[in-house]
């Protein structure tokens, strides 16, 4: 038994080491919005260029127009957290059919773009560009002046699902959850609960009805993982003792954070709701995904255990739930000290 106790130790200061160097989320997406408008020649296309990108992500974040493409009045503005160019770009017609827009360092910055165009003619189209695909080309529809009328919810679907599978400290309150119960019917009502909570607060944030500061509410969720390791190593405690109660309650500083993380995306005007409900039901899809895997992993472990004399119970617990356990607390104890700190 002390040896196995000794390896499981050993496995957590390892998941530790690789987990410590991690970000609880990629980079917000990057904004790169082209709106047309009036052009000086009858061959050109002009628009007004926005350009925002994280602070973090430095000079390595830049976008490269097609060949032919000229920029005019450029201006950099400090928006906080964010740095915030814009310019007028004037494209021959040629360029942007057959030309892309090109975006150097995603990778780099682990992060996406989210490009936003609208034309004169009232035709418009929101698209997420990611590292695997760096680079944007203006559709044929878009150009003659048609407008999908899917790409908007699409779009905010796609940033919503990769908003949550980015984000490990969401991911890892949910597992933490599912450890506390060890009942697949329990775990759906508790994940309900814990849905309407960041569901609501993701509305009143992103709708800016409701004002948090992001910095707080990061730290506030790193301390709700804590609390939740706590609990699950312990099999005790309020979590334990008010498990619905307090998911919802926890919900609710969840969807502080990906509310603020939507806002810094930035909403459309015309379709706000649209663009709201599209990120959100990305948010669950993932969310459900994640939990699919969580769920088909975890019976594999316990048909593991029932077989496997080195898996069996040690004071309740499988070796690999209080190593799940330690490492969950101590990472969120460094992930509250550098968001109060860094």
């Not at 990057?30 to 925002?52: C, G, M, N, Q, Y």
């Not at 360092?105 to 990611?130: F, H, M």
């Not at 002046?145 to 309150?173: C, K, N, Q, R, T």
């Not at 005007?269 to 990305?282: R, S, V």
């Amino acid at each position: 038994m002390m040896a196995r106790l000794i390896i499981a130790r050993a496995i957590c200061l390892l998941l530790l080491v690789f987990a410590l160097p991690a970000e609880a989320h990629k980079l917000a997406p990057a904004l790169f919005k082209l709106s047309e408008i009036a052009s000086p020649e009858a061959d050109r296309h002009a628009f007004d260029v926005t350009w925002r990108y994280a602070k973090q992500a430095g000079a390595s974040l830049q976008v490269v127009e097609p060949e032919g493409c000229e920029r005019h009045a450029e201006r950099l503005f400090d928006s906080g957290t964010a740095w915030h160019w814009q310019w007028q770009l004037q494209c021959p017609a040629e360029a942007l059919q057959q030309g892309r827009f090109e975006f150097v360092g995603l990778q780099q910055n682990r992060t996406a773009v989210l490009v936003d165009i609208a034309r004169l003619s009232g035709a418009s189209e929101r698209r997420v560009v990611n590292e695997v695909q760096a680079s944007y080309q203006l559709p044929e529809g878009l150009l003659g002046g048609e407008s999908s009328p899917f790409s908007l919810v699409g779009s905010y679907l796609l940033l919503g699902i990769e908003h949550i599978l980015s984000g490990a400290d969401h991911l890892l309150f949910v597992l933490g959850l599912y450890l506390l119960l060890m009942n697949l019917r329990r775990f759906v009502v508790l994940v309900t609960a814990f849905t309407l909570g960041h569901s609501l607060t993701l509305a009143l944030v992103a709708l800016d009805l409701v004002v948090l500061p992001t910095r707080w509410v990061e730290v506030l969720i790193a301390i709700t993982l804590v609390w939740l390791a706590l609990d699950v190593l312990q099999q005790r405690g309020v979590i334990k003792q008010y498990p619905y109660v307090v998911s919802l309650l926890f919900g609710l500083i969840h969807g502080g954070g990906f509310g603020n993380a939507l806002l810094e995306i930035g909403l459309p005007q015309a379709d706000t709701i649209k663009a709201l409900l599209g990120f959100n039901l990305g948010v669950e899809l993932g969310q459900i995904a994640f939990i699919l895997v969580v769920v088909a992993v975890l019976r594999l472990l316990d048909r593991l255990q029932r077989r496997a004399s080195m898996l069996r119970k040690i004071s309740g617990r499988m070796p690999w739930q209080t190593t799940f356990c330690y490492v969950l607390g101590s990472v969120s104890v460094c992930w509250c000290l550098e968001r109060l700190f860094l």
